[in-house]
T-cell receptor
Framework: QKEVEQDPGPLSVPEGAIVSLNCTYS??????FMWYRQYSRKGPELLMY????GNKEDGRFTAQVDKSSKYISLFIRDSQPSDSATYLC?????????????FGTGTRLTIIP | KAGVTQTPRYLIKTRGQQVTLSCSPI?????VSWYQQTPGQGLQFLFE???????NKGNFPGRFSGRQFSNSRSEMNVSTLELGDSALYLC????????????????FGPGTRLTVL
């Protein structure tokens, strides 16, 4: 079983819809949680960065972390065709052995105009 | 400020050859990490360098190696290439002002797409 599980999709939604992307993890040492967006033939671009449990909002994006359930989410409001990309969750801890970033496999999202 | 740059962007090699990929981090960043991305396995951590020293290593065979120079630029080398080494190799840099800080954000380059025939 992988340390980080992410539904690979693909996920297609109409423009303007709310998108929900999720990851689960098994390592309780993870403390830092990130969402990256990756366009085709590009490197991942950091979207959201959260420490420990809670919510964080940035424009149309909201990241949620529930450490008790080992579950993180990314919500995209008023989705746009330009949001079509692969979304990767990533996480790491601060103690020895957990400092490296561990990624989910990514969810491919398509926003239909 | 310029982002992370990687060269070359595309590379085609044959089995048994070796390859060297280069990464220039964001100016002022001291930590460089390398990742392999494939459709089946996703993004997998190769190694991290800080102040010319490898301080973290993933579960890859010894054919994969790297180094970091005094200006923080980094190279990774893959010897005796196998078909399964075909992948997008990504480099990421982080500020790492303090050596013990593990919370720094990583910024990725565009990657080098390696094809092994």
């Amino acid at each position: 079983q992988k340390e980080v599980e992410q539904d690979p999709g693909p996920l297609s939604v109409p423009e303007g819809a709310i998108v929900s992307l999720n990851c689960t993890y098994s390592n309780s040492a993870f403390q830092y949680f990130m969402w990256y967006r990756q366009y085709s033939r590009k490197g991942p671009e950091l979207l959201m960065y959260t420490y420990s449990s809670g919510n964080k909002e940035d424009g149309r994006f909201t990241a949620q972390v529930d450490k008790s359930s080992k579950y993180i989410s990314l919500f995209i409001r008023d989705s746009q065709p330009s949001d079509s990309a692969t979304y990767l969750c990533a996480m790491k801890g601060s103690n020895f052995g957990n400092e490296k970033l561990t990624f989910g496999t990514g969810t491919r999202l398509t926003i239909i105009p | 400020k310029a982002g992370v740059t990687q060269t070359p962007r595309y590379l085609i090699k044959t089995r048994g050859q070796q390859v060297t990929l280069s990464c220039s981090p964001i100016s002022g960043h001291r930590s460089v990490s390398w990742y392999q991305q494939t459709p089946g396995q996703g993004l997998q951590f190769l190694f991290e360098y800080f102040s010319e020293t490898q301080r973290n290593k993933g579960n890859f065979p010894g054919r994969f190696s790297g180094r970091q120079f005094s200006n923080s630029r980094s190279e990774m080398n893959v010897s005796t290439l196998e078909l399964g080494d075909s992948a997008l190799y990504l480099c990421a840099s982080s500020l790492a002002l303090l050596a013990h800080r593990r919370s720094d954000t990583q910024y990725f380059g565009p990657g080098t797409r390696l094809t092994v025939l």
